[in-house]
């Protein structure tokens, strides 16, 4: 069985909106530190990921090779558009249904992976991976999760700060 993290990119030199935000926005200074302090936080409680897989988009790209860099990671980060951020709204390009159909497809995914397994991706589509792995559906329009917020997926799923 995998033990499987999730965590949001950094704060962004552009703030982000509830559609997604662009997918060119780099990390700001403070996202940059936040992600710095979170991956020493997983090396000191001595996490090591065998696996580093990413969002497509900047922002948390910059994250992953961050942690990758301070945990001193020698692997391939594994960029999949998977793990993106969408549009979400009356006229964006994913519905509330669609991004839960696709949060337990990204569940069903993790679940084949061994060895301990780090995704660096965004909050919403987070959140809703969260709520697949606990089993439980989200209300439509939930908030996200804190930038840098670090989340054990498997086993024992948790949400917190």
């Known amino acids: 069985m995998p033990t499987l993290y999730w965590l949001r990119h950094g ?10 935000g662009s997918v060119g926005t780099s990390l700001s200074t403070s996202g940059r530190s936040q992600v710095a302090r979170r991956a020493e936080s997983l090396a000191a409680q001595g996490i090591r990921p065998q696996l580093i897989l990413s969002s497509t988009i900047r ?3 910059e994250s992953a090779d961050l942690v990758a860099d301070v945990i001193g990671y020698d692997g391939k980060i594994k960029k999949d558009p998977l793990f993106n951020e969408h549009g979400l709204s009356k006229t964006g390009d994913e519905s509330y249904e669609q991004l839960w159909e696709r949060a337990q497809r990204i569940r069903t995914q993790l679940m084949r992976h061994k060895g301990t397994v780090l995704v660096v991706a965004h909050g919403r589509v987070g959140l809703y991976v969260v709520k697949a792995f606990m089993g439980r559906r989200p209300d439509d329009n939930p908030r996200q999760m804190a930038h840098a917020q670090l989340v054990r997926l498997w086993p024992s799923p948790t949400l917190q700060p």
């Open 11 to 20: 704060d962004t030199e552009v703030p982000t909106n509830r559609e997604g």
């Open 59 to 61: 922002r948390a790209v």
